[in-house]
């Protein structure tokens, strides 16, 4: 009989997202006639703009027609994506890439999962707590931990605790550490990295040949003109860090499907025997024999993106989940929680009521407001007693949820 990858039954329960989706569905079943708002998942309600959805369909069209048909495409995507996200997304910020360095992909779920693949088991890994699941699971899944002890952390990974007391701003790690995963503006506190912050983490992997993964995936969010939108931004950083960005929520693309990787030339690490070697190279071994590229449409409507057209849409549409985000979180200010995050991301990070855990706080909203968030102990240990709200929702809605909130609270 064929034997399974012991490491899945690390995992002590299912994903977040999912369970809460069992909860949900169950109290949908048992209350047919609530009607339920759902704040918790980062789903986008905003439909495609029509300057993307047309150059949608314009691809699709290309497909019909022998002359413009288009069969398998690189698999690090297409020239005319990787040059408009180079020109549109990086040159302003003073960053020079190569075409040679950004891989696009179907989204940075799988690309912060799939990285794994170019780095050995033996490295040592540091990630936030509270921190994007995705992070800690995967090390799991592929046998870099042991099994978790009774607070939820993993034996051979470096929790790196995430606090109101720290400003959800990880310390350095006390031991030398490998791979370092950061996010920001965050997920899920909705915290964000100054450029001297940012600096220390570039210099702490510099002297300490340490490889940062960088998750940027929400980087279009952030309005304060001080903020860095790419680690790139840091002296140095091409040497030590791998950035992921998504069209998920800049775009509204969660389900048409689309991110991408940048992993510098000069960013090596070093072999078995002590050599050094490209990871650049590596990851594109990896993507050109497991992956056949982001579909040829779907790249087309990335591409619009970066139109003045389609940027102005884009941008309409971020502006309209940060007023989302504004009236949340100075809703539920005034209803006496301590709020953070919603400034410049697109989630808000709260503190639950005295006495109540977070997936308590959970079934009170759901129960009694019919508003669906997410727990924050799901995020990690240094979770509990926190809760995310989402700015992905209808507007209406939004300010219901927040009213029916308020209400309960008084």
């Known amino acids: 009989m064929a034997k399974i990858n012991d490491n899945y039954l690390k995992l002590k329960a299912g994903y977040l997202f999912p369970e809460i989706g069992r909860r949900v569905r169950g109290f949908a079943a048992a209350h047919p006639e609530a009607k339920v708002i759902r704040l918790g998942i980062g789903d986008v309600t905003q439909p495609l703009t029509p300057t993307i959805l047309k150059a949608f369909h314009d691809a699709v069209d290309d497909l019909a027609q022998a002359s413009s048909f288009m069969g398998y495409g690189p698999e690090q995507g297409y020239d005319f994506l990787i040059e408009a996200i180079i020109e549109k997304s990086y040159k302003p910020l003073g960053v020079e890439l190569k075409n040679t360095e950004m891989f696009i992909s179907d989204g940075s779920k799988c690309d912060c999962a799939n990285i794994l693949d170019i780095f050995a088991l033996d490295n040592t890994v540091a990630i936030g707590d509270p921190v994007y699941p995705v992070y800690n699971d995967t090390n799991v899944m592929i046998g870099r931990t042991g099994e978790a002890d009774e607070k939820g952390y993993y034996q051979g990974l470096v929790y790196l605790p ?38 220390g983490w570039v210099d702490y992997a510099l002297a300490n040949d340490s490889v940062i993964l960088f998750d940027a995936a929400y980087e279009a969010f952030i309005t304060d003109p001080s903020i860095p939108h790419s680690i790139y931004e840091i002296e140095g950083a091409k040497k030590c860090a791998i950035e992921f960005r998504s069209f998920s929520k800049t775009a509204g693309f969660t389900g048409v499907r689309c991110g991408l990787v940048v992993v510098p030339e000069e960013l090596e690490g070093t072999t078995s025997t002590g050599g050094k070697y490209s990871f650049n190279k590596l990851w594109l071994r990896r993507q050109t024999t497991k992956f056949n590229g982001a579909s040829y449409p779907v790249q087309k409507a990335a591409a619009a993106v970066y139109s003045e057209a389609g940027w102005k849409e884009t941008k309409e549409n971020i502006d309209y989940y940060m007023e989302n985000a504004r009236i949340i979180r100075e809703g539920l200010s005034e209803a006496g929680l301590t709020v953070y995050g919603g400034v410049n991301g697109p989630y808000i990070w709260l503190k639950t009521p005295a006495g109540l855990t977070s997936w308590d706080f959970f079934d009170k909203l759901l129960n009694e407001c019919n508003v669906v968030g997410t727990p924050g102990s799901g995020f990690g240990p240094s979770g509990e007693g926190y809760f995310r709200l989402s700015a992905f929702g209808n507007r209406d809605n939004v300010i219901e949820a927040v009213e029916r909130i308020k209400k309960n609270l008084k």
């Open 162 to 199: 995430c606090t109101e007391e720290n400003g959800f701003m990880p310390a350095f790690p006390k031991e030398r550490v490998d791979m370092i995963y950061l996010c920001f503006p965050n997920n899920p506190t909705g915290a964000v990295a100054t450029k001297e912050q940012l600096k």
